[in-house]
């Protein structure tokens, strides 16, 4: 235990000296959150808004309004059959296709869900995925509001939000901030944990503190604890920026998504040590990071749906820590998932995390 | 008296390549024992092996009474060593330095407290004690790296060339620690490229291509080979052309 603090007050000691990583860790994650969430701004406004209203009553209009009132839809077409809808969306005319039931307002007074129907327009992959959340939010809304206000129903049926994030201001930036901290943190405590082991060794303390009686295992934990440390002010830092500057919505519990984070970590921790062993440079231990780093950036399901990739690329995915991490964020934070939907996370978590750490431990046990 | 480093047979294959063939000697309490060879003669690895960071292939070796193959745990509770690229956190300080490695051998606050006080003053560090290591000149680092190898009151030292790249002053003052150690009966294994070095030690080994070639102290070592200077005995063994 002595040893374990003595190792870890060094490695801060170090830290905090480091000129190079000190700005790395903090300027470079504010700027990245920033810049990214300004790039990766998929706020898509005036989406063509094909409209097929069977109904015709003072719920269907009002539902309508609610769309195009929205400055998200704009009224493209008034649609009367299935031709007509169908040959707008192939002709790329409009985003959406939005069918009112005959029943619709019926349904809505009694206790069913009416059936309401997106026809989208899925020419852009992204998109169509945007358009689907924004309906559904609208949606849902008008039926929350619609019933809130009935006198009809004695007590208003909550209908369950099943698979669509509620994001009230329709701001994409919200929602990609908790993923975009997420993974510049992922990002840097596997770059500094890989490099620092083998600077380390570079430099030759390693092998000083292999003839000490140091065991093995308290060195490692003497690195890990620090890299964790860090991470969580990272990852914290990034999400109050958030908070502050674009009020990211924080429906679930914090404690909560702080537990899936203090296991989650051990898994880049694992990787950035696992990587140390199997590289002899700084340089080396750079681009092999960067080339995980940037697989798992790019197949976290933050820039492309990970439901859309060939199953072989899913199944690789698994492995990718990054995507689980995107999907706790978004339930936790946005749709605010308790510890029953999260637990299978977790669950894998610690199983990734004993797995990664267990082989790195292995092969740094055979390479020092 | 029963030798400090007992060595018997110790061999050390990497694949088909054997870089320490055979070696036994031993080396006795308090004594300076110069490990000499040329460049890949196969020093570092016999000494790594010594210090329980390389196993054995073959043979045995003892150090303090314990096994390096297997007690490397109790080897290390009792030896210093001071590596090739002497291994100092430059960006810390030499305080820091010095509180650090007193931890990590298990020494109490107030052992840390006082040896570091000790090591200060030996060295009149108190002026840059406060500084980060990497801004001290070479010669200095040597100095805190060899007491930072005996903080721990260690029975054996080994020094990888301790004094590389610095000028024969420097070298020299290194050497009066060495005797000094010695006297308190720390037992000295040294590696060295400086044969002026190698009259200082009590005995010395010359080893090539991982064989030991000679041993004794370097006035029998001259006589044996008839010639006036350590320099010279290493050459004729090192170049191969001794015929002895
Ligand atoms: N881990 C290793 N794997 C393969 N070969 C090695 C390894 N370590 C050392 N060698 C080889 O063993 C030989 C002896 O190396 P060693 O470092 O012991 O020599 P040395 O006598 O210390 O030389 P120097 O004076 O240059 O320090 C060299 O040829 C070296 O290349
Ligand atoms: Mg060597």
Same mark, same amino acid.
């Given at each position: 235990m002595r040893n374990i603090f003595i190792l870890v007050r060094k490695e801060f000691l170090q830290i905090f000296r480091n000129r190079q990583l000190l700005p790395f860790m903090t300027v470079l994650p504010v700027i990245q959150v920033i810049l990214l969430t300004f790039a990766a701004n998929y706020e898509i406004k005036n989406l063509r808004l094909g409209i097929w209203d069977l109904d015709q009553s003072t719920s269907a209009q009002q539902l309508i309004h609610k769309f195009t009132g929205a400055k998200f839809f704009q009224e493209k077409a008034l649609i009367s059959n299935q031709k007509k809808a169908d040959e707008l969306l192939m002709k790329d005319e409009v985003d959406l296709v939005l069918v009112i039931p005959k029943d619709f307002e019926k349904a809505i007074h009694s206790s069913n869900n009416p059936a309401i129907q997106f026809q989208i327009n899925a020419l852009n992959n992204a998109k169509a995925g945007i358009v689907q959340n924004y309906a559904s939010a609208i949606t849902q809304d008008f039926l929350n509001e619609k019933r809130g206000n009935?006198?009809?129903?004695?007590s208003p049926k909550i209908i369950p939000i099943t698979n669509y994030w509620y994001n009230p201001t329709l701001n994409y930036k919200t929602i990609m901030l908790p993923g975009i901290v997420a993974e510049v943190m992922t990002l840097i405590i596997i770059l500094i944990c890989a490099l620092n082991v083998v600077r380390e060794r570079e430099i030759g303390t390693i092998e000083q503190l292999n003839v000490?009686?140091?065991k093995k295992h308290e060195f490692i934990l003497g690195k890990l604890i620090p890299f964790w440390v860090i991470g969580h002010f990272i990852f914290w830092a990034g999400i109050a920026l958030g908070k502050i500057f674009f009020n990211i919505p924080m429906v679930g519990s914090l404690g909560l998504l702080e537990l899936f984070l203090a296991i989650f970590l051990f898994v880049p921790l694992g990787i950035g040590l696992f990587i140390s062993t199997a590289v002899e440079t700084q340089q080396q231990a750079l681009f092999t990071s960067f080339f995980f780093i940037i697989l798992f950036i790019l197949m976290c399901?933050?820039?492309?749906?990970?439901?859309?990739?060939p199953d072989w690329a899913q199944y690789i995915n698994q492995l990718n820590p990054l995507k689980y991490f995107v999907e706790v964020n978004r339930l936790i934070l946005?749709?605010?998932?308790g510890l029953k939907e999260i637990y299978p996370f977790i669950a894998k978590m610690i199983i990734y995390g004993i797995g990664i750490n267990l082989l790195a431990i292995w092969r740094f046990k055979k390479t020092n | 008296m029963e030798p400090v480093v007992k060595v018997e047979n110790l061999s050390k294959k990497f694949g088909e390549f054997i870089a320490t063939n055979a070696i036994s000697f031993e080396v006795n309490k308090g004594e300076i024992f110069g490990f000499l060879g040329a460049n890949g003669a196969g020093k570092t690895t016999a000494m790594r092996m010594l210090s329980g960071l390389l196993t054995p292939s073959s043979g045995q070796a003892f150090v303090a009474g314990f096994d390096v193959a297997t007690q490397a745990e109790l080897v290390k509770k009792n030896i210093g060593y001071m590596s090739q690229k002497f291994s *100092?956190?430059?960006? *810390?300080?030499i305080q820091e330095n010095i509180e650090f490695y007193g931890g990590i051998y298990g020494l109490s606050r107030q052992e840390i407290k006082d040896r570091s006080k000790g090591i200060v003053d030996k060295f009149q560090l108190a002026s840059v004690?406060?500084? *980060?290591?990497?801004?001290?000149?070479l010669g200095w680092k040597q100095k805190l790296a060899f007491a930072l190898a005996l903080i721990h009151k260690p029975k054996v030292v080994f020094l990888d060339e301790p004094t590389g790249g610095v000028d024969p002053i420097t070298r020299r003052q290194f050497w009066d620690l060495i005797y000094e150690a010695a006297n308190d009966g720390v037992t000295i294994f040294i590696t060295t490229h400086y044969m002026d070095e190698a009259e200082y030690c009590d005995r010395v080994s010359i080893m090539v291509d991982g064989l030991i070639k000679a041993l004794g102290t370097p006035s029998e070592l001259k006589k044996s080979f008839d010639v006036d200077s350590m320099d010279a005995v290493f050459q004729l063994l090192a170049r191969g052309t001794a015929n002895k």
């Open positions: 009935s006198t009809l129903l004695a000490t009686p140091l399901g933050l820039f492309t749906p990970v439901e859309t990739m946005l749709k605010g998932s | *100092l956190y430059e960006d *810390l300080t004690k406060n500084k *980060l290591v990497k801004t001290i000149p």
